[in-house]
Each structure stands twice: as structure tokens, then as C-alpha cells.
């Protein structure tokens, strides 16, 4: 009695070829039959991690050191309130350029994880969610200098309070903008601290090696730096000043692996 086989709908096999005796899985996934192609390429990943790090290399310092703490005055209140009055555009510009480079960390997370997750997917994985954590943690404080603002620009709803209070209010806040990016700088420190065991583990150059030493070195300065000031009430000691080193070198050589485009299986041991 003859049988007539029906194809079933809905189920593809993954397709196979042979290269050098392998089966090599074609572009279909074997668990789910969609396809899997590549939505980024390791040279594009880096490019995407290298300039997000060249933008906030002049971002991130430029909102810190030439706007908030030339504007700032620790220990004067009244001085720092008419300095962010008159110059509340300029505030606000330092406000926007943190948020920019809150969004560039989420954006050179991903990119970092999709270059290294073939070195180890996991470790890459809390590499990218160390960042992306250090992200939220940074937007959420920069609500301390929005609210600090709102009390400097005299809004309606103020006037029911002194002068002094307010004034003592936004010191307040602008303190808590900055433990609030301390504390974040601590897991900003992990993250670089698992980077730079992905970097020293995809491959066995000595160049490769030193660079993510230095990596983990960088790191370690943001967690002591970080648990310093959490800890100790008079720490004043700057250890990251000195291990930046790492996060420089690692820039340079993801714009250049970038720009050079390299995306064979051995991109990420060069």
C-alpha cells in the first residue's frame, strides 16, 4: 500500500556544507530554522565602540571639568547659585552632553559585547551589562542636576521658601549628583575589569596581553577610586588619574581594528 509522506509546515533543517571535511552550518539557526546572519561585523562593532569612546573623550570632560566644576563651588552656596543662574544655558549643555554619553555606554556596550562574545560569550555578556547598569546608574543622577536647576531658576512653585533654603537644597543635590556617579563609577570599574580579561584572553600575543593588563589596571583604579570615596570620608586619593591609561590604548585599537577591517575568525587574536 503506497504512503504518501506530507512536508511538514513550519520546520526547515538547518542547512550544511562542507569546508575541509566539517560540516559548517549555513545561514539558517539549527533550533529555531530562521535565519542567522550576521547583523554586524567585528570590524563594524569596534568602529561603533572606537568612536563612541573618541566622542566621549571630549563629551564627558567637557561637561565635568569645564562647565559643572568651574560653576561649582564647594562650601559656597550662594556663589555656585549665581554662577549656575547666569550661566543656566551652559548648565544645561553640561546636562545634555552627560546624558549623550550616558546613550554612547549603552550603544559601546553592545558593540563590545558583539566584538568579544566569540572570545567568551558570558563574560562578554556582564561586560556589557556592567555598562549598560553604570549607564542607568549615571542618568538617574543626572536628575540631581535637573532638579538643582529647577531650584536656581526660581520657578513659581518655589517662592514659598527662603533663599537660603533653596540654596542649601541644590548643594544637596549637586552632592548627590556626584556620589551618585561615584557609586557608578564602581561598576563602570567591573565592567572594565572583565573587559580586560576578554581583551588579555583573545589571543596570545604579548601586545594583546599587556593591553588588557592594562585594561584590568584601569578598572581596578575606578573600583578603589569609587569604594575610597563610598568608604572613607577624607579620601581624596586619585588612583584613576593614573591607570586611564588602558581605556586610551583600548580606544586606539578599536578604531584601528575598525578602520583596518578585519572580520575573519582571527580578527579577534590580532
Given amino acids: 500500500m503506497p504512503t504518501t509522506v506530507r512536508p511538514i509546515s513550519g520546520l526547515s533543517a538547518p542547512s550544511v556544507s562542507r569546508t575541509n ?10 533550533s529555531l530554522g530562521l535565519p542567522a546572519t550576521a547583523d554586524i561585523s567585528l570590524r563594524q562593532a569596534a568602529l561603533v565602540a572606537g568612536l563612541g569612546l573618541l566622542l566621549m573623550t571630549f563629551l564627558a570632560p567637557i561637561a565635568n571639568f569645564g562647565v559643572l566644576q568651574k560653576l561649582i563651588v564647594p562650601g559656597d552656596a550662594a556663589i555656585t547659585a549665581q554662577n549656575i543662574a547666569a550661566a543656566q544655558g551652559l548648565f544645561r549643555l553640561a546636562i545634555g552632553a552627560f546624558f549623550v554619553v550616558a546613550v554612547l555606554d549603552v550603544v559601546i556596550g553592545w558593540a563590545l559585547y558583539i566584538r568579544f562574545q566569540a572570545v567568551n560569550r558570558s563574560l562578554s555578556l556582564l ?39 533653596l540654596q542649601a537644597q541644590m548643594m544637596v543635590l549637586l552632592s548627590a549628583f556626584q556620589s551618585g556617579w561615584d557609586l557608578a563609577l564602581i561598576i563602570f570599574g567591573l565592567h572594565l575589569f572583565v573587559l580586560g580579561l576578554l581583551v588579555f584572553g583573545s589571543s596570545k600575543g604579548r601586545a594583546l596581553r599587556v593591553l588588557g593588563i592594562l585594561v584590568i589596571a584601569a578598572g581596578l583604579g575606578y573600583i ?5 570615596k563610598l568608604l572613607l570620608p577624607d579620601y581624596s586619593l586619585t588612583v584613576g588619574a593614573y591607570t586611564f591609561v588602558g581605556e586610551a590604548l583600548l580606544m586606539f585599537w578599536l578604531l584601528w581594528k575598525g578602520i583596518r577591517g578585519t572580520d575573519s575568525k582571527r580578527a579577534m587574536s590580532s
Wanted: aromatic share 8%; net charge negative.
Fill in 21 to 30: 571535511g566539517r560540516d559548517v552550518r549555513g545561514t539558517q539557526d539549527a
Fill in 127 to 165: 561586560a556589557a551589562l556592567f555598562r549598560v547598569v553604570y549607564a542607568t546608574m549615571l542618568g538617574v543622577a543626572l536628575t540631581n542636576l535637573v532638579s538643582a536647576l529647577q531650584l536656581v531658576g526660581g520657578a513659581d512653585f518655589l517662592k514659598a521658601f527662603g533663599t537660603d533654603q
Fill in 224 to 228: 578603589v577610586d569609587g569604594c575610597g
